[in-house]
């Protein structure tokens, strides 16, 4: 990390031009990639341990996603929802194909995902019963910040300050199967849906028990419930599996999907059994950028590429390797209070805030994220070397240990 007047520039103009919503961003700007490597405006060197928010799914410049879209860009980038669209429809096929056979619409992020898949499911339940809206979502989970979105993020801080939210959510510990069942055997004649993520990535990397997605999909079996599983930041294959739902005994009947599916190109989806398909006809739900042939390209290569069997290897190797160290350092390291996750989804809590240790990393060439707090998260690329995970690793391990001897 470097002080640079570059830097200066940057920082001085971000805060002339910009909203400053993010809050005080980390003192860097990158300005290339390759691979799993970073490089700054002073071209100092960076291990990416975050991927975008688990988004670069295939690392930086990828020669197969570039070539893919290059081409594309060279061909034809946009035409609307108005015509058909080849790069659309194979897309879908290879969406269906890798989570289950259904039918897929396209949007432009996990936020516009989740929005239509609140609006698919309020539509479906009421047209059973015009009682039957509410949807039970999670505390600490996180769904979006629009309106319908943000009113299903069961975090008081995300709603707070914009007035009423969109009535019809209920929110539900976490793991918690007797107050789910509880709940939905009083109330069942008003739910329509539940909605989770099965490793809450904001809420800090937790993970939902078998037992809890196994009664989740036997009450909603008996009481005619829909089952949406929120994959923004789990799903393709950062978990080891294509989809986090496939570590489970459970299809949901609406996926969504977004950050790593276009591998940094903005693209969303809801995935949906057929039975579900006439719930939204002609005029009820669209958008004008979502699916157009860019975006549809980054769905298709990135789902080529992971998978291929050599990179579905990297991640399981990758992911023993990340946390076998990791369970080493916690025999030595006191600040260590446990590590969760699946995959390369990855999250080491501590017994005192993350922030300045995500500060310490990218000083150290690392870069690492920290939420709920505590919680650091580690989400590389899926497509990284095991010799960058081995140094990403040791300058990790060397800052834990710093961290602990200053205390």
Same mark, same amino acid.
Request: glycine share 10%.
């Given at each position: 990390m470097s002080n640079s007047k570059k830097l200066e520039k940057i920082v001085q103009m971000d805060k002339e031009y910009l909203y400053q919503n993010y809050g005080d961003r980390l003192p860097v700007c990158f300005t290339r990639g390759k691979g799993s490597e970073l490089f700054d405006q002073d071209n100092n060197r960076y291990v990416d341990?975050? @991927?975008?928010?688990?988004? %670069?799914?295939? $690392?930086h410049g990828h020669p197969?996603?570039?070539?893919?879209?290059?081409?594309?860009?060279? #061909?034809?980038?946009? #035409? @609307?929802?108005?015509?058909?669209?080849?790069?659309?429809?194979?897309?879908a096929k290879l969406i269906s194909e890798t989570a289950f056979r259904g039918k897929t619409l396209f949007a432009n992020s996990g936020t516009e995902a989740n929005e239509a898949a609140i609006k698919l499911a309020r539509k479906h339940g009421l047209s059973i019963s015009k009682k039957k809206y509410r949807v039970i979502t999670f505390e600490? @989970?996180?769904? $979006?910040? #629009?309106?319908? @979105?943000?009113?299903a993020t069961a975090q008081k801080k995300i709603r707070t300050g914009f007035g009423p939210i969109v009535p019809g959510f209920t929110y539900l510990p976490y793991n918690d199967i007797k107050t789910l069942e509880n709940e939905i055997v009083k109330n069942h004649e008003n739910i329509c849906a539940i909605m989770l993520e099965l490793i809450q $990535?904001?809420? $800090?990397?937790?993970?939902?028990?078998?037992?809890?997605?196994?009664?989740?999909k036997a009450l909603a079996k008996k009481y005619k419930i829909l089952v949406i599983i929120d994959e923004v930041q #789990?799903?393709?294959a950062r978990t080891g599996k294509m989809y986090a739902f496939q570590h489970y005994p459970i299809i949901p009947d609406i996926l969504t999907l977004a950050k790593g599916l276009g591998s940094g190109v903005p693209v969303g989806v809801m995935h949906t059994k057929d039975t579900l398909v006439s719930v939204l006809p002609g005029g009820a739900h669209g958008t004008t950028f979502g699916g157009n042939h860019l975006a549809c390209t980054a769905v298709t290569t990135t789902l080529e590429e992971l998978?291929?069997?050599?990179?579905?290897? %990297?991640?399981?190797r990758s992911s023993q390797y990340i946390y076998d160290y990791l369970h080493r350092m916690n025999d030595t390291c006191e600040c260590i209070q446990e590590i969760r996750g699946l995959g390369l989804h990855i999250g080491i809590v501590l017994d005192r805030p993350g922030l300045p240790i995500v500060k310490k990393a990218l000083s150290r060439g690392l870069v690492i994220n920290c939420t709920a707090q505590n919680v650091l998260r580690i989400m590389p690329p899926l497509t990284i070397p095991i010799s960058i995970v081995k140094e990403g690793m040791k300058l990790f391990e060397d800052i834990i240990k710093e961290e602990g001897s200053s205390q």
């Open positions: 341990f975050f @991927s975008g928010i688990a988004v %670069n799914a295939l $690392g197969a996603l570039t070539a893919a879209l290059r081409e594309q860009v060279d #061909t034809l980038i946009h #035409t @609307s929802n108005w015509f058909h669209n080849r790069e659309q429809v194979e897309a600490n @989970s996180f769904h $979006g910040r #629009t309106f319908g @979105s943000m009113s $990535g904001e809420g $800090g990397i937790i993970v939902a028990s078998q037992n809890f997605v196994k009664k989740i #789990t799903g393709i998978s291929k069997k050599t990179v579905q290897n %990297n991640i399981s």
